[in-house]
């Protein structure tokens, strides 16, 4: 058996006993029951995942997988390739929107050169675990080999559990590669049959023509390599990322070591997905930060019986997102830990049974 199948199988579904005490405990809270709507509801999962009753989030990370893509040459992108190395100065600058909003909830961003065309000096706030210098044009060949997709996953996987040792109680993803929509997308129509029409979007902003380009470039790709849906490996060696493929093993990793994981948008959840479909149980240890504007986001959190926090017509992707939504799951977990009780604040119950 190979680490990553390994990691797989220790993963378990939530405690359904945890979540009958941790609602005993939520229908003694001064409130009419269900007032607080989904809101308690992160708290309840946040709870039952950590199997306690008394829940702390008092470390958060957003970890950024930054990546290159061969297919970025086919024009399916409207901003060159040497913008994902320029991003990644940025985050280690500390000058981007995640940066901004990492530091507005209180969270710690993490930068990981999964596969950037270009060689790094060592910086603060930086983890250099390069598969290669972008993976291959997926419209004329795999986009990768068997071995770099299970490097990729491996490298998530890891840095989950040393996320988990650290004492992380709380990850987000993130994510930066020009062109990165468009394996997204081809990863969400192998999975799901959809034709790329119906999930692929303008990602950085193309225009008509640009959209026209990349469906049929997907569409070239899918029909040339006829990527196995039920086998993710397969679908990730034919027309993944691997940056997708890092948050795939993140989730795994996460899910085996029940840490919640807060997904960012379309290609974050793309790389979810390949998790997913590894093995359905870590669906239970996600939350779905936001819907994005790309069409087929919402395709492939219905796949994953997921429900998007936020819809703020958010496209941004590096883990925006996943910042904000943070900041609800801990509000979710403080109100089941530090609202009083009924008896506590000596308040009459409701009178109906």
């Given at each position: 058996?190979?680490?990553?199948?390994?990691?797989?199988?220790?993963?378990?579904?939530?405690?359904?006993?945890?979540?009958?005490?941790?609602?005993?405990?939520?229908?003694?809270?001064?409130?009419?029951?269900?007032?607080?709507?989904?809101?308690?509801?992160?708290?309840?999962?946040?709870?039952?995942?950590?199997?306690?009753?008394?829940?702390?989030?008092?470390?958060?990370?957003?970890?950024?997988?930054?990546?290159?893509?061969?297919?970025?040459?086919?024009?399916?992108?409207?901003?060159?390739?040497?913008?994902?190395?320029?991003?990644?100065?940025?985050?280690?600058?500390?000058?981007?929107?995640?940066?901004?909003?990492?530091?507005?909830?209180?969270?710690?961003?993490?930068?990981?050169?999964?596969?950037?065309?270009?060689?790094?000096?060592?910086?603060?706030?930086?983890?250099?675990?390069?598969?290669?210098?972008?993976?291959?044009?997926?419209?004329?060949?795999?986009?990768?080999?068997?071995?770099?997709?299970?490097?990729?996953?491996?490298?998530?996987?890891?840095?989950?559990?040393?996320?988990?040792?650290?004492?992380?109680?709380?990850?987000?993803?993130?994510?930066?590669?020009?062109?990165?929509?468009?394996?997204?997308?081809?990863?969400?129509?192998?999975?799901?049959?959809?034709?790329?029409?119906?999930?692929?979007?303008?990602?950085?902003?193309?225009?008509?023509?640009?959209?026209?380009?990349?469906?049929?470039?997907?569409?070239?790709?899918?029909?040339?390599?006829?990527?196995?849906?039920?086998?993710?490996?397969?679908?990730?060696?034919?027309?993944?990322?691997?940056?997708?493929?890092?948050?795939?093993?993140?989730?795994?990793?996460?899910?085996?070591?029940?840490?919640?994981?807060?997904?960012?948008g379309f290609i974050s959840t793309a790389g979810a997905l390949v998790a997913y479909e590894m093995n359905n149980t870590v669906a239970d240890y996600l939350f779905a930060s936001h819907q994005s504007v790309e069409k087929g986001h919402r395709v492939t959190l219905d796949r994953?019986?997921?429900?998007?926090?936020?819809?703020?017509?958010?496209?941004?992707?590096?883990?925006?997102?996943?910042?904000?939504a943070v900041s609800l799951v801990e509000a979710g977990v403080k109100l089941i830990t530090e609202m009083a009780t009924f008896e506590e604040a000596g308040v009459s119950e409701s009178r109906q049974e």
């Open positions: 058996m190979d680490y990553v199948q390994s990691v797989l199988q220790e993963i378990k579904p939530i405690d359904e006993h945890y979540l009958n005490r941790v609602q005993l405990h939520i229908d003694t809270l001064t409130m009419p029951q269900g007032s607080l709507g989904r809101l308690i509801e992160l708290g309840k999962r946040y709870a039952a995942i950590k199997r306690t009753l008394q829940p702390r989030i008092e470390k958060k990370k957003i970890i950024i997988f930054a990546a290159d893509h061969g297919v970025a040459q086919e024009g399916v992108s409207a901003y060159p390739r040497e913008v994902t190395k320029q991003m990644v100065v940025n985050f280690l600058q500390g000058g981007a929107g995640i940066n901004v909003l990492a530091r507005h909830v209180g969270a710690e961003v993490g930068v990981v050169d999964i596969g950037v065309d270009c060689d790094f000096s060592d910086s603060a706030g930086l983890i250099k675990k390069k598969v290669a210098r972008g993976t291959r044009n997926m419209a004329q060949e795999h986009a990768m080999t068997r071995r770099q997709a299970h490097k990729a996953l491996q490298t998530g996987i890891e840095l989950a559990r040393e996320a988990a040792q650290s004492g992380i109680d709380l990850i987000g993803t993130g994510e930066m590669g020009i062109g990165n929509t468009t394996p997204s997308s081809a990863i969400v129509a192998a999975f799901t049959g959809l034709p790329p029409c119906r999930v692929t979007g303008r990602g950085t902003g193309v225009d008509d023509k640009g959209l026209q380009i990349k469906t049929e470039i997907i569409e070239k790709a899918l029909l040339r390599h006829k990527p196995d849906k039920n086998d993710p490996m397969d679908v990730l060696v034919k027309v993944g990322g691997f940056e997708i493929a890092a948050i795939a093993g993140l989730v795994i990793g996460a899910a085996a070591e029940n840490v919640p994981v807060v997904i960012d994953m019986g997921l429900q998007p926090l936020l819809d703020l017509d958010l496209r941004l992707g590096e883990g925006t997102g996943a910042a904000l």
